[in-house]
């Protein structure tokens, strides 16, 4: 176990940002704020006033059938290698129990490609890192934290997440590797993010071809049909109110975007806040 005190408050509020870890094998930090829970029974708050300005995760009863859920934005040209995650529990037997990580395994079905059952139970502040078998990054990938609560009065922070990475290609030791979009295809990114009642989802296709934007939740599940139509080449917009394919709102979440055009698949994340 690595022992570290919890990163920057500057660090916590990034978005995203990249750091070397070898020549080859480089972090990517992710923020908590994107955390997300569909269970009524968990809360999730961020106090902006304190110096800690990590999430609270805090429960309306004890138990250990508690989870939440951070999107990743990961190139596909990568393998992970570890995932790292930093944590602060208020009070003894209230933990983080599992760290898993699922990819899009198909365009309608996701599959758990890590699953660590170590009990994370110093209180912290501190950071855990599970060594991950080598998986290629697939299209979207989860990761998922399972949370036990000795009481209803607890509380669990959940700090930076970084994801240890290896180029799956081979490349110059000095530079770093950006994320390169599949040939054919480049997703873009979507604006706001996070939104909460509409958000723009622009791409670019470089020829001609028939082209699809999906929505996906975290557990894989396809919930709107954005885009089915052949597009000409070039930069492309489509927005996406939030809603499910029956007009359903769908609630806060974390979910993916997913673009086809021919035979390249892109996705990213985006997050909604009702």
């Known amino acids: 176990m690595k022992r570290f005190l919890f990163l920057p408050v500057l660090v916590l509020l990034m978005n995203l940002s990249v750091q070397h870890a070898t020549a080859q094998q480089y972090t990517i930090w992710h923020s908590p704020l994107g955390f997300v829970s569909g269970n009524p029974d968990l809360t999730i708050d961020v106090d902006f006033t304190a110096l800690n300005t990590a999430p609270r995760v805090r429960a309306s009863q004890s138990g250990d059938f508690f989870s939440v859920n951070l999107g990743l934005t990961l190139p596909s040209n990568v393998i992970i290698d570890e995932v790292t995650v930093c944590y602060e529990s208020s009070n003894a037997g209230t933990f983080i129990s599992q760290t898993r990580l699922t990819q899009m395994s198909s365009p309608e079905s996701a599959s758990v490609i890590h699953d660590d059952p170590t009990d994370l139970t110093d209180l912290g502040p501190t950071c855990y890192t599970s060594v ?52 054919g295809l480049d997703a873009g990114m979507s604006y706001p993010n996070p939104f909460s009642e509409r958000t723009t989802i622009e791409y670019r296709v470089d020829q001609p071809t028939q082209v699809q934007v999906r929505i996906y939740d975290v557990q894989g599940r396809l919930v709107r049909n954005l885009t089915d139509a052949y597009q000409t080449s070039g930069t492309h917009q489509v927005e996406w109110d939030g809603y499910d394919d029956s007009g359903s709102p769908l609630p806060s979440g974390v979910y993916f975007y997913q673009l086809q055009a021919g035979d390249a698949v892109s996705a990213k994340n985006v997050i909604q806040i009702r």
């Open 132 to 183: 991950v078998p080598s998986r290629t990054v697939g299209q979207a990938t989860t990761l998922s934290l399972r949370l036990v609560y000795a009481n209803a009065s607890h509380t669990i922070r959940i700090g930076a997440i970084g994801v240890t990475v290896t180029p799956s290609s081979t490349g110059t030791a000095s530079e770093r590797p950006e994320v390169m979009p599949r040939p």
